[in-house]
């Protein structure tokens, strides 16, 4: 019996022996890989979130850029249109050629730049023109930046650039 014990405590030491053996190391460089995976994970995140960073900054950028051009375009076809600075003095068939000069602008723009909706252009006798098919010309009228505009002196030539309808958008809190 004495032989038997002696036997199995030794039986036991050596397969206690041999699991450490074996689970030390694993354990080990278990640890180790998982610090290692995730250092690799951290990087890759940061990395791909740079990378997300960058490219929606080169997006707001081109965006940018065709918002101005489209300003730019605007602010020039205004300028040089008898339309919205003299339309009383025109004749009608310069008129409707005016018109169709404005509509064709606004319909290009429209296809070139999709992402810009509702351009308005308003002459001083408040005729509106718009890239947007279907707009309501009485809520476009009674919006306060419309009033504010047309409250100015008349007489002056001007032109007002407002990037979509930021100015109300602003202000839902105050209504």
Do not use: C
Request: hydrophobic residues 40%; neutral net charge; proline residues 2%.
């Amino acid at each position: 019996m004495l032989n038997r014990i002696f036997s199995a405590s030794i039986q036991n030491e050596i397969l206690a022996t041999i699991l450490l053996t074996a689970l030390i190391p694993s354990g080990i460089i278990g640890v180790y890989s998982n610090i290692k995976i995730n250092q690799f994970i951290d990087k890759e995140i940061e990395f791909y979130s740079s990378e997300i960073v960058k490219q929606v900054g080169r997006k707001i950028e081109y965006l940018m850029q065709s918002i101005e051009i489209t300003e730019k375009q605007l602010t020039w076809h205004i300028v040089s249109s008898d339309l919205f600075s003299q339309n009383e003095k025109l004749t009608i068939p310069a008129r409707l050629a005016a018109v169709k000069n404005t509509d064709t602008l606004l319909s290009s723009l429209q296809q070139v730049f999709p992402f810009i909706h509702s351009i308005y252009l308003i002459n001083r006798d408040m005729r509106i023109f718009s890239s947007s098919e279907n707009y309501d010309r009485e809520k476009l009228i009674n919006k306060k930046w419309i009033k504010d505009l047309w409250s100015t002196d008349r007489n002056k030539s001007f032109v007002s650039v407002l990037i979509a309808d930021y100015y109300e958008i602003s202000n839902i809190d105050n209504k």
